[in-house]
């Protein structure tokens, strides 16, 4: 919150940043959406223009990382939204990412989850692979023995005839 008046002041952005009193993440979202105010864009058009829902890009504002998607889809919804509103990436990406790792190293977190989901469906997938294999082993079979049962056919009905 604003330390005085409870009123954004004008200036620069570097200075309305230096006369609120926040935490970094709070700092990077602020700014986002300050910058996204500055350049007269709505909500509404980036998600027009990122095909972002506008329930990800309220909660990139409001800092609440646990409401955006995991892993590579979250970089990827900050990465849609700055380009829209035409700021530095790699920038901005970094300062995003470091207030992701001071809100708790999210980032982390995610990749432990997927190796453990990628362990646990490793470890029951075997017996559905091998019965894909003997589904294909009897198909092979079967088209053998059709195979077999109409070269028999032929062969006897022109012996006979």
């Not at 940043?17 to 602020?30: I, K, L, N, S, T």
């Amino acid at each position: 919150m604003l330390r005085e008046t409870g009123v954004r002041p004008a200036g620069s952005l570097s200075e309305v940043v230096a006369q609120v009193d926040m935490g970094p993440m709070e700092r990077f979202c602020d700014e986002l959406r300050w910058e996204r105010e500055r350049r007269k864009v709505s909500i509404e058009k980036i998600s027009e223009e990122t095909k972002v829902a506008v329930r990800h890009l309220q909660a990139l504002e409001a800092g609440d990382y646990g409401e955006l998607p995991g892993g590579v889809f979250r970089k990827g919804i900050v990465r849609s939204y700055l380009t829209a509103i035409g700021l530095d990436e790699a920038s901005w990406i970094e300062r995003f990412e470091a207030s992701l790792k001071e809100n708790g190293g999210a980032e982390t977190a995610d990749w432990a989850e997927f190796a453990e989901n990628v362990r646990r469906n490793r470890v029951g997938g075997r017996s559905e692979t091998d019965s894909r294999w003997i589904g294909v082993a009897m198909m092979v079979v079967c088209l053998a023995a059709i195979a077999w049962g109409v070269w028999k056919f032929a062969f006897h009905g022109r012996l006979i005839l």
